[in-house]
């Protein structure tokens, strides 16, 4: 699969740029579902992380003390501009770029099925994923617990895709829509109400 990530990666920036064209100010003021970020500030995250080579990663990392929040924060200041139609534009700018952070590319196309997410939903915009991409991050996301605790918030449960053929894992059955397992399994409260099963409960219960 090495590299052929980059192609779902690029489709869903292009489809992200497209969305968020029109947006108004207020818009981009809104809260996303990222705790502390803005919708505009998840959109100035994700160009510093198309920015990111691992080289850069490890100097932007001991730059700010070893502290990856503080070193996130810093990334959404440098890659803001003064308006938003500058943020838009600096995302428009990476749009072709194959850099990224250090480890396995499947967290690139995490950061596009995730973070696109957390941008849409708050603004009430709807999106069809490519089914090769929201496929590809369930797994990425199931595997492992680093950063989004997804491996632990998955663990007995099984977990069926109801827009793609995807399901995973045995026990109580939660099931919905992949992108909305994907967000209740990185901590995103959003994503719950949108599934259904008698594993929900366990699910919401490890939020």
């Known amino acids: 699969m090495a590299g052929n990530q980059w192609p779902l990666i690029r489709a869903e920036r292009i489809a992200l740029i497209a969305d ?5 100010d207020a818009q981009w003021a ?3 579902l990222c705790s502390d970020w ?6 100035a995250h994700m160009t510093t992380t198309a920015k990111m080579t691992p080289g850069r990663f490890v100097g932007k990392f001991a730059g700010t003390g070893f502290q ?6 810093k990334g959404v200041k440098e890659e803001s501009g003064a308006t938003p139609a500058d943020t838009l534009a600096a995302f428009k700018a990476v749009l072709d770029r194959t850099t990224a952070p250090p480890g396995p590319l499947d967290a690139m196309v995490g950061e596009a099925v995730i973070h696109t997410q957390d941008i849409r939903r708050p603004l009430g915009i709807p999106h069809t994923f490519q089914p090769e991409a929201v496929t590809l991050v369930g797994d990425f996301v199931i595997r492992g617990n680093l950063l989004l605790g ?3 918030r998955a663990t007995g449960l099984t977990l069926t895709a109801t827009d793609v053929d995807w399901t995973r894992g045995a026990g109580p059955e939660v099931k919905g829509p992949l992108g909305s397992i994907i967000l209740a399994l990185t901590g995103r409260r959003a994503g719950l109400a949108d599934l ?3 594993g929900l409960a366990t699910l919401t219960g490890r939020m």
């Open 150 to 152: 997804g491996k632990r």
């Open 20 to 24: 968020l064209e029109n947006l108004t």
């Open 68 to 73: 990856f929040n503080a070193m996130n924060e």
């Open 38 to 43: 803005t919708v505009r500030d998840v959109l």
């Open 30 to 32: 809104t809260q996303s």
């Open 196 to 198: 259904s099963g008698d």
